[in-house]
């Protein structure tokens, strides 16, 4: 975790972040041990929020998972439980109809319209949308999951991975 401390910004500061996203209206969300936050204007701004520390955020800001493993959903500005996956998430991806979750105990998890499924046990670190289907970080290396079959793509012991905004993979 990073830790940010008081500056010269106005308002308080997040403490230690444990996952970082920004919005298409270029704030900053910052998911912490003391909960979530926002930056924007030089200023940090505590946000409503259902849990006492942040995991992990999607890129969409809809979906957040809490350090106990639960997962909230945003619906009308009200942060409300979907699931409770029973390990924190460590990333979460989400295009609209389907959010991948992998979390610390390995996991990779799928909610769709049928509801939650866990796709794999393969020592899930880290998860990345592509436009074809999604690249899973895992203990194997850079697995690709299209149409529920994994490939191998990369390495092994790669623990974090994402798409830039040309979409080239990292």
Do not use: C, M
């Amino acid at each position: 975790a990073v830790e940010v401390a008081n500056t010269d910004l106005d308002g308080p500061s997040p403490g230690a972040i444990t996952a970082v996203r920004q919005a298409p209206d270029g704030r900053i969300w910052v998911g912490a041990t003391t909960g979530l936050w926002s930056f924007a204007d030089a200023t940090w701004r505590a946000e409503p929020d259902p849990a006492d520390a942040i995991a992990a955020i999607d890129r969409t800001i809809t979906w957040i998972s809490g350090s106990s493993g639960a997962i909230y959903h945003l619906d009308a500005d009200t942060w409300k439980l979907d699931v409770a996956l029973g390990a924190p998430a460590t990333a979460l991806e989400a295009d609209g109809e389907r959010l991948w979750a992998s979390t610390s105990n390995g996991k990779l998890w799928l909610r769709d319209a049928r509801g939650w499924s866990n796709l794999s046990d393969a020592d899930v670190r880290d998860v990345a949308l592509l436009p074809d289907g999604l690249a899973a970080s895992t203990g194997q290396g850079i697995q690709r999951v299209t149409h529920g079959w994994f490939a191998l793509l990369g390495p092994n012991g790669i623990t974090q991975s994402f798409r830039a905004r040309d979409g080239a993979l990292w």
